[in-house]
């Protein structure tokens, strides 16, 4: 379509609709608000939808539906998350600030229900949490769920959690105290036992069209030459078949997950009204669940297509429209530059940052930060507008996403790295400090991921086992210094609830039948509240690893430096330390057993000062001849 057709069709189309939307706004006082709004992100909702589904015969009935229920969404929208939205319409980049700090947790597995999570607020208080994401919480299936990732009400929590009007008195609880919900969309499939799910499996074939459904293999088939297998070992395969129906349902992940098909506009409306509903109960930020994975096209990988980004503007637009508080964060694991590709104002303005979690643990298992660094290099850079969230480990297993070309381009065999990395991890590796548990082997190409605890991966489980000291305080080193990249490089640091006082794995997993075959519930254990409340005390382990991390957190808080998403990385002269500038904040983090030097010509080719105030310590340091680091520590030098 010629550019000047497509602004007309814009034009005219939203002409016709303006009447179609009166009635429904005619009794709200801020209608001419949402006008404005329409004004200013319809071009954007009209383009995408129209190469969405421009070429359906009834596109303008979809068009005027989704429009109709942004509309009654926003009408419906409480009044104090409309001021909300006036509030961060003026200050657009509030999650830029140094103050911003994450936490995640599972609710039951922390504080049993959502009571129990209100009740826990001075806890986070005393963390310095601005931002709290609890995992998937929604309706889901009985025993595997994985995780709550089989989504069967968007609308209802989890019985045994609370419910939706509890969730809506949380949020309002935290904004009271300046934390902002995070929780989960999961969009690309829901559960087999959801209710569109039930109504196509009793016959109905509007909601059949809901997903993909297949007769016979002969689709399939060809769909599964360029698919990859997410969970080779659990869940085979791309497809299941349902005999209540005698079809093949598409389910990327596992059989009881049922991918959504977009291609459908009714869909796409669908579960526009699950978001907007989940926004007007106080959620201030979405976590889009595998992006990646959201359009189908014969043959591709189905992966990162063009239409999963016009989908995800269509919906950040709308959003922008009714609910524009509520941000969206990307979660796509998947190559580097498909990462940053989800990444901006339009799209999702902050996104997970896998490639700088899983080569901090490269780092840590070779004392080398070549290509942690050169990888940032390239990487790290996203628009000015938008953040990362830097995280040392998730509720999700390891895997080695980064760029083969990067490794490559320093002399390293990405394939041999990634199986070495995996033998480390695993403690398949002689000399390795390790205690994590290999997650989906896949025996085909060998390629497989790491589950664990920070503590456990890091060494202290190991230590703690063995009782040797040395090995101990290298243990509470490395984390401390893995969370000092997390909370200083650009962005929004997270930190998963229960790493603060040394949680190691839990073994236990393996006696629950619904959870015996995914290692990644070993480092998902229930918080230990009795461990929690030794964090006082300086010379427990909880309290070594707690009292210097919240040091961490409050530093960067008084720091306006670490603010933004910006940060330079650049080569420090010595591979087993990695630099990087924000403002005038110098970070070096030492990732060898032993002492190292950062010479000072290397410095002063990025940082001019000659001394410095270390943040964190509060000490001087001459920096003239170069900067030596102890085994396994960091420096935030400021120059004044």
Known sequence: MYRDDLVEKTQVSLERLLPRLQPILAASDDRELFFQRLNQYFPTVFRHLYNLYGTHYDFFYHLEQILLETARLFVARPADLKALDIQREAEPLWFHHERMMGGVCYVDLFADNLRGIRERIPYFRELGLTYLHLMPLFKAPDGNSDGGYAVSSYRDVNPALGTMSELAELARAFRAEGISLVVDFVFNHTSDEHDWALKALAGDLSHQQFYYMYDNRDLPDQYERNLREIFPEQAPGSFSF?????????????????????????????????MLSLANNGVEILRLDAVAFIWKQMGTSCENLPQVHWIIQCYNALTRIAAPAMLFKSEAIVHPADVVSYVSWGEAPISYNPTLMALGWEALATREVRLLRHSMERRFAIQPDCAWVN??????????????????????????????????????????????????????????????????????????????????????????????????AGGIPLLYLGDEIATTNDYDYGRDPAKAEDSRWAHRPRFDWARAEQRKSPTSLEGRVFQPLVKLIQTRKQTPALAGGQAVFFDSGNKHILTYVRGNVLVLVNFSDFAQTAPANRLRSHWQASQARDLVSGKTVDVTDGVTLAPFTFLWLQSS
């Open 391 to 488: 995280y040392v480990r998730s509720h999700d297993d390891i895997g080695w996403t980064f760029a083969d070309e990067d490794a490559l381009e320093i002399g390293i065999n990405g394939y041999d790295h990634r199986q070495f990395l995996n033998r480390f991890y695993s403690g398949r590796f002689a000399g390795s400090f390790a205690k994590g548990l290999p997650f989906n082997y896949n025996p085909v190409n060998q390629d497989m991921r790491i589950s664990g605890t920070t503590a456990a991966l890091a060494g202290l489980e190991a230590a703690l086992q063995s009782g040797d000291s040395d090995q101990i305080e290298y243990g509470i080193r490395r984390i401390l210094m893995l969370y000092s990249i997390a909370l200083s």
């Open 242 to 274: 349902r005999p209540e129906i005698n079809k093949w349902v598409w389910t990327t992940f596992n059989t009881f997950q049922w991918d959504l098909n977009y291609s459908n506009p009714a869909v796409f409306n669908a579960m526009l009204g699950e």
